[in-house]
């Protein structure tokens, strides 16, 4: 009941990493010559073989009875910290390598950013639970305070949430009037 690889020349059984290149996968073999399966620790670091033909995995992968997705490089370990995936900035736990989602605070970078569902950072104005958020078109860094939307010809005021505001404020000892539905500073 398990698949083990021999050597096509000398008959020897076969362990580790092994390219089985008429099925173009690449699979892992135990000390005992078995074929792994899911989620695997080899050398220090995780790897996700397929439950059914045990070919590494690689790229997003949802891992379903941890209720997770993780990303897992071209050499099939899994990755932990900011990623550029795509052309896209995603962020995995630390200790899990579990997707993140959501706010997010950023400790080595001094900066707070938001994840979407598919786990993107996101960039410039945001409709989140029902509030206007701002964040850097660059960085993804969100925004607070007074904060010019030239697209827009707007300023608008973010407060220590990165929400904006609106109506009658009392700011750093000065009252302010923002328009309450734009959110536009008002004359």
């Known amino acids: 009941g398990k698949w083990y690889l021999f050597d096509k020349t000398t008959g020897a059984m076969k362990t580790g990493f092994q390219w089985i290149s008429d099925q173009r996968k690449t699979c892992y073999y135990n000390g005992k010559g078995q074929m792994q399966y899911g989620q695997q620790r080899i050398g220090g670091k995780w790897y996700l073989f397929d439950k059914t033909t045990g070919a590494m995995k690689t790229g997003l992968q949802w891992i379903s009875d941890q209720r997770k997705t993780c990303y897992y490089n071209g050499n099939g370990q899994m990755q932990y910290g900011q990623q550029h995936i795509g052309g896209k900035w995603y962020l995995f736990d630390k200790n899990t ?16 950013c ?70 536009a500073l008002m004359n």
């Open 97 to 112: 390598g579990a997707m993140k989602t959501g706010f997010q605070w950023i400790s080595d970078q001094h900066k707070t």
């Open 114 to 183: 938001y994840y979407n569902g598919k786990g993107q950072m996101q960039y410039g104005q945001q409709h989140i639970g029902g509030k206007w958020y701002l964040f850097d078109k660059n960085t993804g860094a969100m925004k607070t305070g007074f904060q010019w939307i030239s697209n827009q010809r707007k300023t608008c005021y973010y407060n220590g949430k990165g929400q904006m505001i609106y109506g009658r404020q009392y700011i750093n000892g000065r009252w302010y009037t923002f328009n309450r539905w734009t959110g």
